[in-house]
Protein backbone atom coordinates (compact mmCIF):
# COMPACT_ATOMS: atom_id res chain seq x y z
CA UNK A 1 0.00 0.00 0.00
CA UNK A 2 1.56 3.56 -0.79
CA UNK A 3 2.50 5.49 2.07
CA UNK A 4 4.17 8.70 2.78
CA UNK A 5 7.86 8.32 4.17
CA UNK A 6 9.87 10.88 5.62
CA UNK A 7 13.25 11.05 6.28
CA UNK A 8 15.07 11.19 8.47
CA UNK A 9 13.32 9.64 11.14
CA UNK A 10 15.57 11.61 14.15
CA UNK A 11 17.54 14.81 14.01
CA UNK A 12 19.68 16.18 16.48
CA UNK A 13 20.88 19.80 15.91
CA UNK A 14 22.70 22.97 17.46
CA UNK A 15 20.54 25.78 18.11
CA UNK A 16 20.99 28.81 15.00
CA UNK A 17 21.94 25.66 12.48
CA UNK A 18 19.66 25.07 9.45
CA UNK A 19 17.37 21.84 9.01
CA UNK A 20 16.09 20.40 6.20
CA UNK A 21 13.23 17.24 6.45
CA UNK A 22 12.29 15.70 4.00
CA UNK A 23 8.78 13.75 2.71
CA UNK A 24 8.12 11.53 -0.01
CA UNK A 25 4.20 12.03 -0.39
CA UNK A 26 1.68 9.38 -2.15
CA UNK A 27 2.60 9.99 -5.76
CA UNK A 28 -0.67 11.06 -6.79
CA UNK A 29 -1.44 12.89 -4.43
CA UNK A 30 -1.98 16.74 -5.20
CA UNK A 31 -2.09 18.12 -1.18
CA UNK A 32 0.70 18.41 0.86
CA UNK A 33 0.96 19.23 4.54
CA UNK A 34 3.16 19.79 7.33
CA UNK A 35 1.94 19.31 10.89
CA UNK A 36 4.34 19.55 14.25
CA UNK A 37 3.75 17.76 17.82
CA UNK A 38 5.51 19.28 20.58
CA UNK A 39 5.79 16.50 23.30
CA UNK A 40 3.02 16.02 24.95
CA UNK A 41 0.55 18.29 23.11
CA UNK A 42 -1.35 18.69 20.52
CA UNK A 43 -0.76 18.31 16.59
CA UNK A 44 -0.47 22.14 15.15
CA UNK A 45 -0.81 23.14 11.51
CA UNK A 46 2.09 24.74 9.85
CA UNK A 47 1.45 24.47 6.37
CA UNK A 48 -0.31 23.42 3.48
CA UNK A 49 1.46 23.77 -0.54
CA UNK A 50 -1.40 23.47 -3.43
CA UNK A 51 0.01 23.75 -7.03
CA UNK A 52 3.33 24.60 -6.53
CA UNK A 53 2.79 26.80 -3.78
CA UNK A 54 1.66 27.57 -0.51
CA UNK A 55 -1.88 28.04 -0.01
CA UNK A 56 -2.31 28.00 3.67
CA UNK A 57 0.15 28.79 6.60
CA UNK A 58 -0.27 29.43 10.30
CA UNK A 59 1.18 31.67 12.87
CA UNK A 60 3.68 29.24 13.68
CA UNK A 61 5.10 29.23 10.04
CA UNK A 62 7.38 32.37 10.44
CA UNK A 63 9.96 33.67 8.29
CA UNK A 64 12.48 31.40 9.42
CA UNK A 65 10.08 28.16 7.33
CA UNK A 66 10.22 27.21 4.23
CA UNK A 67 9.10 24.74 1.79
CA UNK A 68 9.62 23.32 -1.34
CA UNK A 69 8.75 20.49 -3.82
CA UNK A 70 12.21 20.82 -5.43
CA UNK A 71 11.36 17.76 -8.15
CA UNK A 72 8.26 16.55 -8.44
CA UNK A 73 8.39 14.05 -5.42
CA UNK A 74 9.91 15.16 -2.38
CA UNK A 75 8.24 18.05 -0.23
CA UNK A 76 10.87 19.69 1.94
CA UNK A 77 10.61 21.81 4.94
CA UNK A 78 13.19 24.04 5.96
CA UNK A 79 14.32 25.28 9.46
CA UNK A 80 16.40 28.39 8.89
CA UNK A 81 17.96 28.56 12.13
CA UNK A 82 16.74 26.29 14.57
CA UNK A 83 15.49 27.57 18.55
CA UNK A 84 14.95 24.89 21.71
CA UNK A 85 11.35 25.58 20.74
CA UNK A 86 11.64 23.28 17.34
CA UNK A 87 12.10 20.78 19.22
CA UNK A 88 9.52 18.65 18.33
CA UNK A 89 7.79 16.29 15.81
CA UNK A 90 7.36 17.32 12.65
CA UNK A 91 4.61 15.01 10.31
CA UNK A 92 4.11 15.37 6.72
CA UNK A 93 0.89 14.58 5.00
CA UNK A 94 -0.57 14.44 1.64
CA UNK A 95 -4.02 13.77 0.25
CA UNK A 96 -5.71 13.40 -3.34
CA UNK A 97 -8.60 15.26 -4.38
CA UNK A 98 -10.43 13.53 -1.13
CA UNK A 99 -10.32 14.88 2.32
CA UNK A 100 -8.14 11.71 3.60
CA UNK A 101 -4.84 12.96 4.75
CA UNK A 102 -2.12 10.25 4.97
CA UNK A 103 0.41 10.85 7.29
CA UNK A 104 4.01 9.80 7.80
CA UNK A 105 5.99 8.25 10.33
CA UNK A 106 7.37 11.77 11.70
CA UNK A 107 10.46 13.06 11.39
CA UNK A 108 11.94 13.84 15.66
CA UNK A 109 13.63 17.29 15.60
CA UNK A 110 16.19 17.72 19.31
CA UNK A 111 17.44 21.08 19.18
CA UNK A 112 20.32 21.66 21.25
CA UNK B 1 -10.89 30.06 13.06
CA UNK B 2 -12.18 25.99 14.18
CA UNK B 3 -11.02 24.53 17.38
CA UNK B 4 -11.40 21.03 18.18
CA UNK B 5 -11.60 19.91 22.40
CA UNK B 6 -11.00 16.54 23.83
CA UNK B 7 -11.59 17.02 27.13
CA UNK B 8 -10.54 13.58 28.00
CA UNK B 9 -6.57 13.71 28.14
CA UNK B 10 -6.24 9.90 29.40
CA UNK B 11 -8.71 6.87 29.03
CA UNK B 12 -8.78 3.11 30.48
CA UNK B 13 -10.59 0.19 29.27
CA UNK B 14 -10.47 -3.04 30.14
CA UNK B 15 -10.04 -5.64 26.93
CA UNK B 16 -13.28 -6.75 25.63
CA UNK B 17 -14.81 -3.57 26.63
CA UNK B 18 -16.85 -0.46 25.42
CA UNK B 19 -15.71 2.95 25.92
CA UNK B 20 -16.43 6.32 24.17
CA UNK B 21 -14.13 9.18 23.38
CA UNK B 22 -15.59 12.47 23.60
CA UNK B 23 -15.00 15.24 20.91
CA UNK B 24 -16.58 18.65 20.77
CA UNK B 25 -15.61 21.37 18.02
CA UNK B 26 -16.36 24.84 17.32
CA UNK B 27 -17.73 26.20 13.45
CA UNK B 28 -19.55 28.44 11.94
CA UNK B 29 -19.71 26.48 8.48
CA UNK B 30 -22.31 24.04 7.56
CA UNK B 31 -20.29 21.83 5.53
CA UNK B 32 -17.23 19.68 6.88
CA UNK B 33 -15.79 16.47 7.61
CA UNK B 34 -14.89 15.31 10.79
CA UNK B 35 -12.47 12.57 11.86
CA UNK B 36 -10.52 10.11 14.33
CA UNK B 37 -7.05 9.18 13.75
CA UNK B 38 -5.37 6.67 15.89
CA UNK B 39 -1.61 7.44 16.86
CA UNK B 40 0.03 4.02 18.05
CA UNK B 41 3.17 4.51 20.10
CA UNK B 42 6.44 5.43 17.48
CA UNK B 43 3.80 5.53 14.86
CA UNK B 44 2.43 7.55 12.29
CA UNK B 45 -1.51 8.97 12.44
CA UNK B 46 -3.81 6.65 10.80
CA UNK B 47 -7.59 6.91 9.88
CA UNK B 48 -9.96 5.29 11.87
CA UNK B 49 -13.59 6.57 11.27
CA UNK B 50 -14.55 9.61 9.24
CA UNK B 51 -17.88 11.43 9.19
CA UNK B 52 -18.94 13.88 6.49
CA UNK B 53 -21.39 16.73 7.90
CA UNK B 54 -24.23 16.84 5.17
CA UNK B 55 -24.83 12.94 6.63
CA UNK B 56 -27.24 11.86 9.39
CA UNK B 57 -26.36 8.88 9.53
CA UNK B 58 -23.62 7.96 12.02
CA UNK B 59 -20.72 6.33 10.33
CA UNK B 60 -19.54 2.91 11.12
CA UNK B 61 -16.03 1.16 10.44
CA UNK B 62 -16.15 -2.78 11.68
CA UNK B 63 -15.93 -2.27 15.96
CA UNK B 64 -15.56 1.53 15.30
CA UNK B 65 -18.50 4.00 15.36
CA UNK B 66 -19.32 8.03 15.91
CA UNK B 67 -21.81 9.99 17.46
CA UNK B 68 -22.81 12.32 15.78
CA UNK B 69 -24.27 15.30 17.09
CA UNK B 70 -24.72 18.06 14.20
CA UNK B 71 -26.68 20.73 16.24
CA UNK B 72 -24.63 19.97 19.78
CA UNK B 73 -21.49 20.40 17.77
CA UNK B 74 -19.73 17.01 19.34
CA UNK B 75 -18.18 13.90 17.19
CA UNK B 76 -17.30 11.04 19.81
CA UNK B 77 -16.11 7.95 19.12
CA UNK B 78 -16.93 4.54 20.28
CA UNK B 79 -14.78 1.30 20.78
CA UNK B 80 -16.89 -2.21 20.33
CA UNK B 81 -14.93 -5.03 22.09
CA UNK B 82 -11.47 -3.12 22.94
CA UNK B 83 -8.81 -5.04 21.79
CA UNK B 84 -4.91 -4.50 23.26
CA UNK B 85 -4.09 -2.85 19.68
CA UNK B 86 -6.24 0.07 19.79
CA UNK B 87 -4.18 1.31 22.88
CA UNK B 88 -3.09 4.32 21.20
CA UNK B 89 -3.69 8.01 20.79
CA UNK B 90 -6.71 8.96 19.40
CA UNK B 91 -7.22 12.94 17.62
CA UNK B 92 -10.36 13.95 16.96
CA UNK B 93 -9.76 16.25 13.61
CA UNK B 94 -12.36 18.46 11.50
CA UNK B 95 -11.46 19.64 8.13
CA UNK B 96 -13.15 22.67 6.11
CA UNK B 97 -13.56 23.96 3.43
CA UNK B 98 -10.05 25.73 3.61
CA UNK B 99 -8.53 22.62 3.40
CA UNK B 100 -7.35 22.32 6.90
CA UNK B 101 -6.89 19.67 9.14
CA UNK B 102 -7.32 20.94 12.70
CA UNK B 103 -6.88 19.01 15.72
CA UNK B 104 -7.85 17.96 19.18
CA UNK B 105 -5.51 17.88 22.12
CA UNK B 106 -5.58 13.93 22.24
CA UNK B 107 -7.23 11.22 24.53
CA UNK B 108 -4.53 8.83 25.35
CA UNK B 109 -5.90 5.01 25.61
CA UNK B 110 -4.79 2.57 27.26
CA UNK B 111 -6.93 -0.95 26.81
CA UNK B 112 -5.98 -3.27 30.07
CA UNK B 113 -5.57 -7.04 29.48
Known amino acids: EPEVTQTPSHQVTQMGQEVILRCVPI?????FYWYRQILGQKVEFLVS????????KSEIFDDQFSVERPDGSNFTLKIRSTKLEDSAMYFC??????????FGEGSRLTVL | AQTVTQSQPEMSVQEAETVTLSCTYD???????LFWYKQPPSRQMILVIR??????QNATENRFSVNFQKAAKSFSLKISDSQLGDTAMYFC??????????FGGGTRLMVKP
Open chain 2, 51 to 56: QEAYKQ
Open chain 2, 93 to 102: AFFDAGNMLT
Open chain 1, 93 to 102: ASREGEVELF
Open chain 1, 27 to 31: SNHLY
Open chain 2, 27 to 33: TSENNYY
Open chain 1, 49 to 56: FYNNEISE
